[in-house]
Each structure stands twice: as C-alpha cells, then as structure tokens.
C-alpha cells in the first residue's frame, strides 16, 4: 500500500509526538507498505525538500514559522501553514502521485484544508490520530475563556473532525466528547491507543552513578515540563521526601516551567533532585534501566483523558509508575487494574507521598512489577497494533499485514 502522512514533527525533532510518527511509519515500512511524510518547514528557501529517513520518503514544505514564537504569530503562521503546504506541494515532483491512504496528526489541528485538497486530489480514505483536544484542554486549565479565540480555534478543530473519515482517539473516555458529532456526521470514532515501536540500544549520556543521587532509589520524569503537566506536585513531592536519604527525583527534559522548578529546587536546598537537559529518546531505555519508579503528573484541572507518550516509555521498561492525574482519567482505572503502580487523582501531597513510600516498599519487598509493565505495553501499545488498526481503518486489506 502507499500510505501518505501529515504531520508538523517528525525527527530529528525530540518530541513524544515525533518519536510516535516515526515508529508508526516504521512499523508500516517493516510491514511492506510505501510510506511518504510531508512536514512543514520554515527554514527552506526553496518551495520543498526532498529526503529519505530509515525507508521513509520525507517531503519537505515551506510554511511560516510555528515553532518558539508568540501565539499571535504563531495562530496566524498555523493558519496560513496548510494553504501554503499545499502551495509547494504542487510544485514538487510528488504532485502526481497518488496514494492508497491518508494518515495526519494532531496536534496540530490546522491540517485541515491540506487533507482535504490531498484527498479530493487522489480520492483516498483519511485517519486522523487524535492525541491532544484543543483549545477544550486550554480551557480547562483556565489558560483560555470563551471568547472569539477559543471559539476560533474550536471552529478550525470542527473542520478536521469533518474532513476525517476515521478519527482514533487515544481513550475510551474522550469519546463522549464527540457524541454529537458521532450522532450527526459519516466520521467513524474509535480508540487508538498510543504506541512505541521497538527499543533502541544506545547507551545513555546519563550515568546516575556519577552524580549526587547514587546509589538512590530513582523516582524518573522525562519529558516537557509545561503548566499541563502540573510538576509542582512533583517538585513538592521530592521535598516532603527528604528524610529518605535512600531516595533521588530525576528530572529530563524542556518545557515552559523548568526555570521556576530549578527556582524552587533550589530556594529549598532539595538535594535529592537533579535536573538534566533533554537528551535523544533513543537513550530513554538505557536512562530507565538505570532508575525505579517513572513518575507521570497531569495538572489536575484537565478533564479530558490522557495517556502520555511518558507512560508507555515506562511500560515498555518495565518501570512501575507513581502517578498524580486528574479525576476520572482512564489512565487511573488502568493503572489499578493492572497493578503496575499507585495513583492519585486526589490533588493530595500527603496521599501522593504515601503511595510513593507504599510503592518503594513493594518494590523492595520483591512485588514483580517489571513482568506485569512489559506485558501491558505488549498487549496495549506496540506499534504493530497501532498500525494495523489504521490499516483497517483505512480499508486496506489487513491480509497484506505481516
């Protein structure tokens, strides 16, 4: 099959969604299909670029920059973004091609009108992956009102919905946020979990042995660290820790609040935190061998569902997880139900400080979490799975999957 993908990350970026599309188009290589990505791209002084990656055809497209700028020009750059994708693309030499499936990511959701034209252009079936609800997450969080931006931004988030011939959402429980849409649109809903393909073997640039937290039983976070997130919890967590001279909180990654956590970290003397710069994430498994627990901190003001790229990466390592989310998150009942940590959805240091000693305790008490993590991970989120499901979405023939 040849298989189109939109998307505006993809490595070398580090991000969790870039590391997801890459093993998705991975795992449709391996399985025999012809993978093409288009990316938007706003260093290019010419109308596109073409590159391969791994297998994989890269298609390159002018666009404004999106990236690392104010939201004003950045909605404005996202909105043009679509219109002047497709500008270039038919200028490229992949302007006659046709495709067998669609595939596209959000975020970002201004995708839109691309898919569409694509589409009308060589009459193939869409998939939308669905990782982020926006702007109904940024209004949740307080950080946007009911005014002309947010329903601008929910205007732009309805016409993908409608361009989609598939929408895969990754819990059960952000389905009722489509529910009248479902009763009043063609669009097929279903849940697509995340996924990560197979683990790289590259050594770590992170030797825990050879900084303050040796020899410490390590409490992980590795990822953004950004006012979704909620990493106050955290900070306060290592804090109220410190009488356990056996215990370390480590800290990896970028995001908008990683100058005030160094602040407080800093302000309380919390020696058994340390923080490193983001690091690739084909050296995340050999970073979580070297640690205990991965932590996973969801502000708690969200009220959609969430299963974080983090998560996964913990399972797929065998790491049990201490995890401090909002109420009534599908990633609650599934950590319960699968004994593969503690969580708290109670907003409570106290209750987040015991489940973390409880944790400890049956870790050292030989409770075998590492069997239980890997077999969620197999059985959930592999990459293989993942690919199959948008397959089928797609109509293609699923006896073509190896």
Not at 76 to 81: D, K, N, Q, R, V
Request: proline share 4%; with cysteine; glycine share 8%.
């Amino acid at each position: 099959m040849k298989i189109i993908m939109i998307a505006d990350t993809f490595p070398p970026q580090r991000t969790s969604g870039a590391v997801q599309l890459r093993d998705l188009a991975r795992e449709f290589v391996r399985q025999g299909h012809m993978v093409t990505v288009l990316l938007p791209n706003s260093t290019l002084s010419t109308s596109w670029y073409q590159a391969t990656y791994e297998g994989i055809q890269l298609l390159h497209l002018r666009s404004p920059k999106t990236k690392d700028i104010g939201y004003i020009r950045r909605t404005i750059g996202e909105t043009i973004m679509p219109f002047a994708m497709f500008r270039n693309f038919l200028k490229s030499p992949l302007s006659q091609e046709t495709w067998d499936g669609l595939v596209w990511y959000a975020p970002s959701i201004f995708h839109g009108p691309l898919v569409s034209a694509i589409k009308k252009r060589v009459g193939c079936k869409s998939y939308l992956i669905i990782r982020d609800i926006f702007p109904e997450w940024a209004l949740d969080m307080g950080l946007m009102g009911r005014g002309f931006p947010y329903f601008f931004f929910s205007a732009v988030a309805r016409y993908q919905y409608l361009v989609a011939d598939v929408i895969g959402v990754q819990s059960p429980g952000n389905l009722s946020y489509f529910d009248k849409m479902k009763s009043s649109s063609g669009q097929r809903l279903e849940v697509l979990q995340n996924w990560l393909g197979e683990p790289a073997a590259v050594k770590c640039s992170i030797r825990i042995s050879a900084t303050k937290l040796a020899s410490r039983k390590i409490f992980v976070y590795a990822g953004n660290m950004g006012v979704a997130q909620g990493m106050d919890m955290m900070i306060a967590l290592a804090e109220c820790m410190l009488f356990r001279r056996d215990v370390g909180f480590l800290f990896v990654g970028r995001g908008s609040d990683v100058k005030k956590l160094l602040a407080v970290a800093e302000t309380h003397n919390l020696e058994n935190v340390l923080f490193c710069d983001e690091i690739h994430p084909d050296e995340i498994p050999d970073l979580y061998a070297q640690c205990h627990v991965g932590l996973v901190a969801l502000d708690p003001r969200h009220k959609s569902h969430n299963v974080p790229g983090k998560f996964l990466t913990y399972m797929q390592s065998g790491l049990p997880v201490l995890a401090n989310i909002n109420i009534g998150n599908d990633l609650a009942e599934l950590i319960r139900k699968e004994n593969i940590g503690e969580v708290s959805e109670s907003g409570s240091l106290d209750i987040l400080r015991d489940m973390a000693i409880e944790l400890l305790d049956h870790i050292e008490s030989g409770s075998d979490y590492t069997s239980r993590c890997k077999s969620v991970f197999r059985s959930l989120f592999s990459a293989q799975s993942a690919a199959l499901q948008i397959l089928q979405g797609l109509n293609c023939d699923s006896k073509k999957v190896s």
